[in-house]
């Protein structure tokens, strides 16, 4: 049984910092890529960064790049989320979600963090962590 946990977030004044931390149990697959995801109130869930097993690969969204950094361990079974430079518009319930994929036949596990909708497929999801950033 996979299971993912997460922790972190919190609340913290723009232009701060908070990092996420999710520790993988039970993923067997060799190709995966571990990352999260946020909902805002109102908002669709969305991807907001991720890394892959095979080759450490990464993906970042748009309003994120250059702010945030995630990276595994050598393991590869723990994701950080380093958030940096917060922004009121980076509150939401952030979620850690993993993804099976098959990088050799071009099924690459990134997909389903960095296409709108794609979420609703994710193979494994943990528990959300609350993020508010204050103006």
């Known amino acids: 049984e996979v299971q993912l946990q997460a922790c972190g977030g919190g609340l913290v004044q723009a232009g701060g910092s908070l990092r996420l931390s999710c520790v993988a149990s039970?993923?067997?697959?060799?190709?995966?890529?571990i990352g999260w995801f946020r909902q805002a109130p109102g908002k669709e869930r969305e991807g907001v960064a991720c890394v892959s097993s095979v080759g450490s690969s990464t993906y970042y969204a748009d309003s994120v790049k250059d702010r945030f950094t995630i990276s595994s361990n050598t393991g590869k079974d723990t994701v950080t989320l380093q958030m940096d430079n917060l922004e009121p518009e980076d509150t939401a319930v952030y979620y850690c979600a993993a993804e099976e994929g098959a990088t050799w036949l071009g099924v690459d596990p990134r997909n389903v963090f960095r296409s709108p909708g794609l979420y609703k497929s994710v193979d494994y999801w943990g528990k959300g962590t609350q993020v508010t950033v204050s103006s």
């Open positions: 039970g993923i067997t697959a060799d190709d995966y890529a």
